[in-house]
């Protein structure tokens, strides 16, 4: 899926203006002109569309995290993971939205997507492991809808 079609269904999700949008890439320690985002946010076949960077994404889920859970001053900040994949993308939705393993299964069910516990657990190990699984861009797309009948009702 692309990185624009994610922050087009965050920014939905969350009901924020570019300028909000903004500031939670800011909270993530990134900079974005505003007719960057103006440009990420259009459809692909627009007039000034632009591809968002991996950078920007990354950058955008740190600062989601801190804007929905707050900062945690005790730790360091986490390096931002490169390329930013489909699995990368879930695993910083659950940890802004503080999702559990039912949680996730609710979200998937209310949008005509349920998906076995093991299968779901798969999305979250580590590349390499013997269970790991990538996420498809479907199983994303049905997430990101679920999260937003969940959020706004």
């Known amino acids: 899926m692309i990185h624009n079609d994610v922050l087009r269904s965050l920014r939905y999700l969350l009901d924020v203006n570019d300028a909000k949008l903004s500031d939670i890439i800011k909270l993530g320690g990134y ?3 505003k007719n ?3 440009a990420y946010l259009k459809k692909e076949d627009e007039e000034g569309f632009e591809r968002c960077p991996d950078e920007v994404i990354a950058h955008f889920l740190d600062g989601l995290v801190i804007f929905k859970r707050g900062k945690d ?6 390096p931002i993971e490169l390329p930013v994949t489909n699995n990368i993308i879930m695993k910083k939705l659950r940890v802004a939205f503080e999702l ?10 209310a949008a005509d997507f349920p998906v076995s516990k093991p299968e779901l657990s798969a999305l979250f190990r ?8 990538p996420c498809g861009d479907q199983l994303l797309r049905n997430f990101l809808k679920g999260l937003t009948l969940r959020v706004r009702g």
């Not at 001053?73 to 986490?78: I, V």
């Open 31 to 33: 900079e974005v002109a």
């Open 36 to 38: 960057d985002i103006v």
């Open 73 to 78: 001053d005790s730790r360091p900040p986490l």
């Open 100 to 109: 559990k393993e039912d949680d996730l299964h609710a979200i998937l069910k």
């Open 126 to 133: 580590k590349v390499g492991h013997n269970n790991y699984r």
